[in-house]
């Protein structure tokens, strides 16, 4: 919030228009509490206001920060997705809390028979250096990893149980 209000406090001395201080901490939140992103709504805001577009500066901030947080979670999927099946998988476990156990043989197992073709513990560190490379995971020590973003993290949990939904 102190973030927020300190940005906001610098756009409108620079007389710029400026949502709430209530609307733009939830878009903040929105974008994954992203400062180029606060600051790429705020800029959107301005051409919506210049265009006679937002009339109210609370419900417009909402909308392009809504619109943002789809279109960051469009490229982080796809950035995931990018990255190959097998990290696909290794991401999906990581982001489920499941970062121990990667190289097990059950691990192995399960991946072999969702790829169908044989996984070995070989195939799993190229998969992760892929993830790091991204700087979608980071190591945390010896086997441990996590989602180098909350919102990354967040936005894959989201498309997984979606994915699931029309699925199952």
């Known amino acids: 919030m102190d973030y927020v209000e300190w940005f906001l406090q610098r756009v409108s001395a620079a007389w710029l228009a400026v949502p709430s201080l209530q609307a733009a901490f ?4 929105d974008v994954g509490s992203r400062p180029e992103e606060l600051a790429k709504a705020v800029r959107q805001l301005q051409d919506e206001i210049a265009a006679g577009r937002a009339a109210d ?3 417009a901030f909402a909308t392009i920060c809504a619109t943002l947080a789809t279109a960051a ?3 982080d999927v796809q950035s995931i997705q990018d990255a190959g099946e097998l990290a696909v998988l290794v991401f999906s476990r990581i982001a489920t ?3 121990r156990g990667l190289y097990a043989a059950d691990t192995l197992a399960s991946f072999s028979k ?3 073709r044989e996984i070995s513990a070989n195939d799993i560190t190229p ?8 700087n979608l995971i980071v190591r945390k020590g010896h086997g441990h990893s996590d989602v180098a973003d909350p ?5 894959w949990l989201r498309h997984l ?3 699931e939904s029309l699925s199952g």
């Open 26 to 29: 939830a878009g903040f939140r």
């Open 57 to 59: 500066a609370d419900t």
């Open 73 to 75: 979670a469009e490229l």
């Open 97 to 99: 809390g499941q970062a």
């Open 114 to 116: 969702t790829l169908g």
């Open 127 to 134: 998969a992760l250096d892929k993830l790091v490379a991204a």
């Open 151 to 155: 919102f990354v993290k967040q936005v």
């Open 161 to 163: 149980q979606t994915r």
